[in-house]
């Protein structure tokens, strides 16, 4: 069985994915060591489990021996995959926050945004997330910084 | 949209693959853009090198092969060009991990890079570093990381510390490194940095118990800074939902949960804001309930004040009346942890858990039933026992079993209150799903129960007469029919409406579950024993009961005819001896293992209820040991394997005595050794007289047991 162990008392977000419905991955961040078929599996674990999930669902998954915290927006799923024993809702927010700045930079955005701009999502995401935990959550200021980036290019 | 020139030729690129109208079209199309990819590689710098790589980064995420990238990321890192940068330090925490060779070769480039000038590039090493530095690349730059921590500008810093927490990680003994410079980090004002300082101390406290201890020291600060982001003024950067910055709130409460764990004096110094923050705190939103569930997390792992725990058990009270599915989940999640410790302060929200139950998502009623499970008490066990029941009888079928065998254990501890016997009754009627080893459990639980076999036996001979598909149920239908049938016949009972039950009815009912193809052969095997056991309860119709067992003595089933042959004989040879086998059987012990019908093993066994008191035999070959349960009065032989073959005569001898004995041949090469023989009988009858010889090759041996009334047994000899 796939088991996402790491060191006990480790609360660090093992990954974050961005997937559809139809269980393309639009962004795989991972913040432990897996092998390639590994993440593969899980990709696919995960994806089997939310979307059978619909609005009469929690939007916490246990599974095996870690949890998803998962939104769904639009055709996209948001799953961050947490220790059993974290908050729920603060990462259930952590999402939102991430979602609203991407909404923010893409101008209402859309998946076609997250396909055809693929590097700049990453960027987003590593300067929000880092090392598994949350880093900067102050939509302003990560906005500010995502604009400077951009004129360096 | 946000584009450059990069982001053109990608889009370009990216168009064509998705114009691709079935998997095998795909993949041509990417193979045609890997070998373009490829051919660029080779090409060497040419202005284009950042475009291809960030083509091969998107057919990566597709889900091909790009490990002849890994040395592009490696170039471009060291590139000078910001862009170019950019996107070698994206493929290195794309492509590369601790495993490839490739990663150490980037370990300088990101040494120049955290010293660089522009903070961007600065930013990139660090966040590169966070994300996949291994040990060894995390030794080397650990120094400077910790440089970072101490003299840079706000950007960096917050980054340096999470990449500390990754160094600690990977390098526990580092910690040491990073702990004067995370201490001096709880005074800046960036919510960013302390976030970061926050996560780092809690790291290197999770680490190093000494370290914990220091920090301990850190507690007033940390009160001061939660109070003000508690009490501030409306603060637009952080704001979510009303709640300044509720992660940094979150991380704070955890770290402090940490150092007031097991500490009197840290739990003290932090108890006044504890209080505050749950008090304070709006949670109609989920971030403010975010920040009050790790208070209440908190609170829950310090040593909090009486006072102070009741809190907190009222905001999870609170939660379970949320409208928002997720908190009440949430709070279940918690109050399970403290059932047993705040029993009585989670009591009081009984009444909304069992409201939980009939939630339409599956893990909150999961949640719902452990918790309800674990908060029935005597007092309260009637009306929890009424709500379980209605639970069963519409809980979604995953849900089912455990539903049913935390009744059960439920049961068993209060089985001194007759009511849930009857309960017991209908959880069966309710068609519970029952698994193999509750059915001789709830037989013996009956059997204790005396002054309720009247009414057990009417319920489900009444549920037998309806449908006979639930085999459990069937199975202890039947057990209780064959028991109590006299107490059925009878007609009268206190609790149930007299109905009258006529000899045939009960022989029909069991008739049809014996002729049903829905029945199993161990249920048959439960109804053809019930049917015998009847000859002694009722009066008129013995002769229909001999003719059932006649017919079954040919039945097919191996174990269905011999049972029929036994009972026959039972008639025939043995009727003064009839009435005593199939007496009434006696209150079980507790601790008899569940039995499956002919196939446990052991010495020590209780009386198999399904049949009536049977003479066993242990054997014991090789390794494990085998236990044949025979018939009374047979001549047969009972074993044959590996040479030893064991044949079992039962002789009549006087009107109170049977003779058995136990024919053993040996025709293997070598002396059979290790025998032993135990023989168990009911109590109304006793053994005596074992006279044991030896096996040895090729002879036959016979050991014999004279079987008596009355008397104990003299002894058991064992060879």
Same mark, same amino acid.
């Given at each position: ?32 060591? =897996? ?6 599996? *899980? ?5 089997? &489990?939310? @979307? !059978?999930? #619909? ?32 908050n729920?809702?603060a ?14 930079? =893409? ?6 945004? *997250? ?5 700049? &999502?990453? @960027? !987003?995401? #590593? ?27 | ?185 709880l005074?800046?004002?960036?919510h960013?940095?302390l976030h970061g300082a926050v996560v780092l101390i809690t ?12 920090f301990?020291?850190a507690v007033p600060e940390l009160v001061q800074i939660m109070k003000g982001l508690v ?13 300044s910055d509720p992660f940094l709130q979150v991380r704070i409460l955890r770290l402090l949960r940490i150092l007031g ?9 932090m108890?006044?804001l504890l209080?505050?923050v ?12 975010a920040v009050?569930?790790e208070t209440?997390l908190t ?421």
């Open positions: 069985a796939l088991s996402v162990t790491v060191q006990p008392r480790c609360k660090i977000i093992r990954f974050i994915l961005i997937q559809n419905r139809a269980g393309k991955t639009r962004l795989a961040k991972w913040y432990m060591q =897996f092998d390639d078929d590994e993440k593969q599996k *899980l990709i696919e674990e995960v994806h089997a &489990v939310v @979307t !059978v999930r #619909d609005a009469k669902h929690t939007n916490f998954v246990e599974f095996r021996n870690f949890k998803i915290i998962y939104r769904r927006y639009a055709g996209l799923y948001f799953c961050i995959c947490v220790d059993v024993t974290d729920n809702l990462y259930l927010e952590a999402i939102h926050n991430f979602v609203e700045v991407l909404n923010e930079y =893409f101008h209402n955005v859309c998946e076609l945004d *997250l396909v055809f701009n693929f590097y700049k &999502v990453y @960027t !987003v995401v #590593d300067e929000m997330f880092l090392a598994g935990e949350i880093r900067e959550t102050s939509q302003t200021k990560v906005l500010k910084q995502l604009l400077m980036l951009q004129s360096l290019e | 949209r946000p584009e450059g020139l990069l982001g053109m030729r990608l889009q370009e690129m990216i168009r064509v693959i998705r114009s691709a109208r079935t998997q095998g079209e795909e993949r041509g199309i990417i193979q045609k853009e890997c070998a373009d990819i490829r051919a660029q590689f080779r090409q060497g710098d040419n202005g284009e090198r950042s475009h291809s790589l960030a083509k091969l980064l998107y057919v990566h995420m597709l889900g091909y092969p790009a490990h002849f990238g890994q040395m592009e990321c490696v170039r471009l890192i060291a590139s000078p060009r910001y862009s170019e940068k950019r996107i070698g330090y994206l493929g290195a925490m794309m492509l590369l991990d601790e495993k490839q060779d490739a990663s150490l070769l980037i370990t300088n480039s990101i040494k120049n890079d955290l010293s660089h000038s522009s903070q961007y590039v600065q930013s990139l090493a660090l966040c590169t570093l966070a994300c996949m530095g291994s040990a060894e690349m995390c030794r080397d730059l650990a120094p400077e990381i910790e440089r970072l921590l101490r003299a840079s500008n706000c950007y960096i810093k917050k980054k340096a510390t999470l990449c500390a927490v990754h160094i600690i990680r990977k390098v526990p003994e580092l910690a040491e490194l990073f702990t004067p410079s995370a201490r001096s980090l005074s800046e004002k960036n960013g940095v790291e290197l406290c999770e680490h190093n118990p000494d370290t914990l201890d220091q301990r020291k009490t501030s003024s409306y603060s637009p950067e952080h704001n979510v939902a009303g709640i764990h097991n500490n009197d004096t840290a739990s003290d110094a108890n006044d209080a505050q749950a008090t304070n705190t709006d949670s109609s939103k989920t971030a403010g309930s009050l569930y209440v609170i829950m792992d310090i040593n909090s004040e009486s006072g102070l725990r009741v809190l907190a058990v009222n905001i999870l009270g609170r939660f379970l009346l949320n409208n928002d599915r997720n908190i009440r989940y949430i709070s279940m999640t918690s109050l399970q942890k403290i059932v047993q410790t705040d029993h009585n302060a989670v009591q009081r929200h009984r009444g909304t858990i069992v409201d939980c139950l009939k939630d339409q998502d599956t893990s909150v009623k999961r949640r719902a039933l452990e918790l309800s499970l674990a908060l029935v008490s005597a007092v309260n066990i009637r009306s929890m026992m009424k709500e379980l029941l209605i639970f069963l009888s519409t809980c979604p079928p995953e849900l089912r079993s455990q539903t049913t065998s935390g009744i059960f254990n439920v049961a068993e501890r209060y089985q001194q209150s007759f009511v849930l016997h009857i309960y017991l009754i209908r959880i069966l009627l309710a068609g519970g799903d029952v698994r193999d080893e509750t059915v001789p459990n709830l037989i013996q639980l009956i059997t204790t129960a005396s002054e309720l076999h009247c009414y057990t036996v009417h319920k489900l001979y009444r549920a037998l007469v309806k449908e006979i598909s639930q085999q459990p149920l069937v199975q202890v239908a039947c057990w209780c029919i064959g028991e109590y049938g006299d107490l059925l016949l009878k007609g009268e009972c206190e609790e149930i409406e007299p109905v009258q039950v006529t000899e045939d009815d009960v022989l029909d009912a069991l008739e049809t579950v014996l002729q049903s193809h829905m029945s199993s052969p161990a249920t048959r095997g439960f109804a053809l024993t019930a049917t015998m056991k009847l000859s002694t309860r009722i009066t008129d119709n013995v002769d229909r009961i001999r003719s059932i067992v006649s017919i079954y003595g040919s039945c097919i089933d191996l174990e269905l005819q011999q049972r029929a042959v036994e009972y026959n004989a039972l008639f025939k040879k043995y009727d003064h001896m009839r009435a005593a086998v199939l007496e009434r059987m006696p209150v079980m012990g507790k601790n008899s293992p569940g039995h499956t019908n002919g196939d446990t093993s052991g010495e020590n066994k209780e009386p198999d209820p399904s049949k009536p008191k049977p003479v066993e035999a242990g054997l014991l070959s090789e390794p494990a040991s085998q236990v044949i349960i025979i018939g009374y009065f047979l001549t047969e032989t009972v074993y044959e394997k590996n040479g030893l073959r064991l044949k079992i005569q039962c002789d009549k001898q006087t009107e109170t005595e049977v003779m058995v004995t136990l024919i053993g041949s040996n025709s293997a090469q070598n002396d059979i050794t290790n025998f032993s023989l135990q023989a168990a009988v009911p109590k109304v009858c006793t053994c005596s007289t074992f006279k044991l010889s030896r096996f040895s090759t090729h002879k036959q041996q016979i050991i014999s047991a004279a079987i008596l009334t009355g008397h104990s047994i003299h002894t058991v000899h064992e060879y």
